[in-house]
C-alpha cells in the first residue's frame, strides 16, 4: 500500500484506496475537505482528532469515520501509525455522517486489510456499503474522551494547540498563564468563556488522552507517569479516575503489552 500523506490528490469518483500514515509525536497535521469520506483507524498509539471546535482522543483498534468536505486536524502527542480507507466521492453519501469507535469490529479490520485491497479495485461499491453498514452498527465507546476547543482566533488557541501536543511540559497554572500572556485569573476566565470549563479541569482531560496514546505505544506505565509529571502511584489513581480502568487493566483490555518506549 501506498504511504499517505494527510492531504491526499483528489480521488477519481469512482475509487476507494488503502493507504498508511505515520505520524512523529509533537505534530499537528490539517485535512483539508475533500471530495471523497475516510475511515481512519489507529494502528499504533493514539491522535486527537478535531472537527471544529470538538476534538476525540482515539487509541489504538479505534476508528473515526471523517465526512467528505469537513477540515479536520490530527493532533499527536507521541506518535500514531493510521490506517485509512478512502472512499470515492460516488460512494461517499452514505447514511453514516460522524462514527467514533473504540474498537473496530472484525469486520471493519478486515475491510483495512491488506487483503482487501483486491475487493476495492473489483468492487469499491460494495466495500463502501459493507464500511457503512458497520459504521451504523457500531457503538461508541463509553470512555469516550473529547475536548472542547477554542477558536482558531481565539487568544487561548496557540496554548491549547500546544498542551495537546507537549502535554508533560510545565503547565503549571502560572507557567501557563505566563505562556499565554495573562494572569491566572484572565486565563481561567478565557477558558471558562470560550470552553466553558476551567484551564486545570481542560488540562486534566489532555493528560487522560495523552496517558492512553502513550500507553497504546507500548510505553511502561511508570514511564508515562514521570512523563507526564505524576508519580506511579498517583498517575493511576489519575488515570483510574478518568478512564474507569487502572492502567495496567486499560492496557489488557486494548490488547497492549506495555515495554520499552519505541524509538
Sequence with gaps: MSASLPNSPPMSDDVCRL???RLGPGTRHDIAPDTGGRF???QSGGVWIASAR???CVTLGGGMWLPASIAHRLYVPYGAALRELRIAPAFSDGPVHSARIARCSAMLASLLSESASQALARSPAAVASLLFGELEAAREGAWEIALDMPSSSSRIAALCDAMILDPGRDTRLEALADRAC???RTLHRLFVDELGVGAGRWRRTVLTGAAMGALALG????V??????FTPSAF???FKSHVGWAPNHWLANQGVKAGPRPV
Design 182 to 184: 495573562v494572569s491566572v
Design 40 to 42: 481512519v483507524q489507529v
Design 19 to 21: 493507504s498508511d500514515l
Design 54 to 56: 470538538r476534538a476525540y
Design 236 to 238: 493511576s489513581t489519575f
Design 219 to 222: 510505553m511502561p506505565v511508570s
Design 224 to 229: 508515562v507517569a514521570r512523563e507526564l509529571g
